[in-house]
């Protein structure tokens, strides 16, 4: 395809390094961890699932626009979600993600969030797309679960296109005929994404596998094949989780995982930075 010009490499060197915070940067070579719950459900709850993972993970996800396939399942805490979570990635000094859902919401995730997340069902939504393009914020961009890595890289195009060069790419499952998992992981697509584009690419085991007991295998796996990171669902009751339930790690499972990461990266000659 080319017509996209700037997100294909330019050269076989050509890498985009996002700079997050002073310390924190994804796609330099090492594996960024980002975890926390599916949503954001009380301050409570937010507060303790970061205190608990704080060590093992740089930067706290947490969902406060929800994006749900039945309008009856929690829909999310809104802005006071988005709330919850500064104030929790200020106290424990980690920088935070969430997903928007809207155009309408960029005044606010600009203000408080220091990763935006498009979620896959928002990956063709041209006109957020064109809208973060003229921001200078982190975007992580999501594949949708019924598109190639073609029409993937053409929506972080739309973001390039408008300036913003800060696009994150994450993998998180596509639709397969196969039902024992919730969507199947799409491990091909971390070698391509990185022989044809610059951008960094993160996985999000949890999603694609839908299962807990298959999230520690699948992130393995996913650093690797050549992940920049892992965006993984941490809750700290998992089966009263609002949403997700299923797929969610408990705190001592999410431990586990990291431990198990650090030692494929490190025989890869990378570091973790939890
Ligand atoms: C999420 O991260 O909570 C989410 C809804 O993911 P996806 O857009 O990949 O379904
Ligand atoms: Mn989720």
């Known amino acids: 395809m080319d017509n996209m010009i700037l997100v294909y490499k330019s050269d076989e060197n050509q890498r985009t390094i ?9 796609g330099d070579g090492n594996v960024q961890i980002m975890a926390g719950p599916c949503a954001i459900e009380s301050l409570t709850q937010i507060d303790n699932i970061a205190l608990n993972i704080k060590n093992n ?3 706290l996800r947490g969902g406060a626009y929800k994006m749900r396939t039945s309008p009856y399942s929690f829909q999310g805490l809104g802005k006071d979600g988005i709330k919850y979570l500064y104030a929790t990635g200020k106290k424990y000094h980690m920088p935070i993600i969430s997903e928007i859902t809207s155009i309408n919401e960029i005044d606010e995730f600009i203000k408080y969030v220091d990763i935006i997340q498009v979620g896959a069902r928002s990956m063709q ?3 957020l797309l064109s809208a973060l393009g003229k921001t200078n ?3 992580l ?3 949708g679960f019924a598109n190639t890595i073609d029409e993937w890289l053409q929506s972080a195009e739309y ?4 300036g913003n060069k800060n696009v994150i790419l994450c993998e998180r499952g596509i639709k397969t005929f196969e039902t024992r ?3 199947t992981l799409d491990l091909s697509s971390i070698p391509l994404i990185k022989k044809l584009s610059h951008l960094p690419v993160v996985v999000d085991p949890s999603h694609a596998a839908g299962h807990s007991e298959l999230v ?3 992130s393995m796996a996913a650093i690797a094949a050549g992940a920049d990171g892992l965006l993984i669902e941490v809750h700290n009751n998992p089966s009263v989780a609002l949403s997700d339930s299923s797929q969610a790690l408990n705190i001592s499972e999410f431990k586990d995982l990291v431990e198990s990461v650090k030692n494929i990266a490190n025989a890869m000659g990378k570091k973790t930075n939890e």
């Open 18 to 26: 996002v700079k997050v915070n002073d310390d924190i940067v994804i």
């Open 159 to 162: 973001i390039l296109k408008n």
């Open 181 to 183: 998992t919730r969507f």
């Open 141 to 143: 961009l999501k594949r």
């Open 57 to 59: 993970a740089s930067i």
């Open 216 to 218: 520690k295998s699948l």
């Open 125 to 127: 939504n041209y006109e």
């Open 137 to 139: 914020k982190p975007i």
